[in-house]
């Protein structure tokens, strides 16, 4: 009976994948052919998610999001070349100052959507931290945060800022002429496969550890270190990158539901205010950062937006606006937000106490 059930099981596995895949490719090659910013990750990120909502059966393995993390991590650590380094050390402080803005953000957005909403404040403070919707879910549920609230918070607030500030700087004609360049451009595929051996090893390692997104922070670390090094293994094929981008895509869309729709329609809407708010008090902070430090406006909004690291760090890539400084500001943040997160909780729980 056990072997008589294992194709079934497969077919239950496999058929839902594939579909998937095909609706985030089609997708794909249509905004790519309309001109739409980041085709390979827009296109299958809301036709999957519409298709989920609609009632498709849709499906995106864990294992399918870790392979399009890793695609991006590599690609993204390829660009820390030893001046790169250089140029970021200079640019600590502005980073730190773009962490604690992040932090703070992250605390008003929970108080005003605890307001707007009436969602009880631990919700509403995991619910808005900016950080991975994995990551602020798992935390919120050792504090009695309702899961649900806070991954629908996440996953609404990623879409809303991956389909806004993309279409805003395409439409707009923002284009940047990047001076930093990856460590190299030819693929070379001896070089490739030990580059994979390595990056996947260490992927592998920080998940082990419960490293917060492992496949994105592992192999962009080891690919950074083996740039700054000067040992440029390969570059990643084109081919790799799009379909990265094509698994994070459908990866975010397929967390959408036909339940989705139905949780609470004033939370949702409080939700998709409090993000939009958050958005342009970043850009507004980000224009004051841009004057300060020298960089360009549009890779300030990058490297200060509400975003994850991954979406952010790819419009950085596709519109030449300083990739390594854009990822570096994101990979910061996130580090200091789960290392914080509990503390600034347990002090916020202290304050409202002692009120």
Known sequence: MHAGTMPSLNRSIVQPLLLTLTVGFLSAILCQWLGAPL????????????????????????????????????ALGLYFTTPVLKVLVSYSGFILAGVLFALLLGVAGGWMLHKLSGVDKTTAFFAMAIGGASEMATQGERHGAKVDRVAAAHSLRIMMVVGIIPFLFKFSGVQGQDVFVPGTRIVHYGGLAVLILLTSACAVLLKRTRAPNAWVIG??????????????????????????QLFIGVSLGTRFSPEFLHTAPRYLASVAICALLAMAVAASFAFGLSMLSGMHPATAILATSPGGIAEMSLTAKTLQLGVPIVTAFHVTRLAALVMTIGPMYRLAARIRGAR
Do not use: C, D, K, Y
């Not at 999957?48 to 890793?70: D, F, I, N």
């Not at 192999?219 to 090094?229: D, G, I, K, M, R």
């Open 219 to 244: 192999p962009l670390l080891v690919a950074a270190a083996l740039t700054a090094f000067g040992l440029n293994l390969s570059a990643l094929p084109e081919w790799m990158v799009h379909l990265g």
């Open 39 to 74: 085709p390979w990750m827009i296109g299958p990120l809301f036709s999957t998610a519409a298709a989920r909502m609609a009632g498709a059966g849709l499906r995106s393995p864990v294992q399918v999001r870790e392979a399009g993390q890793w695609a991006i991590g590599t």
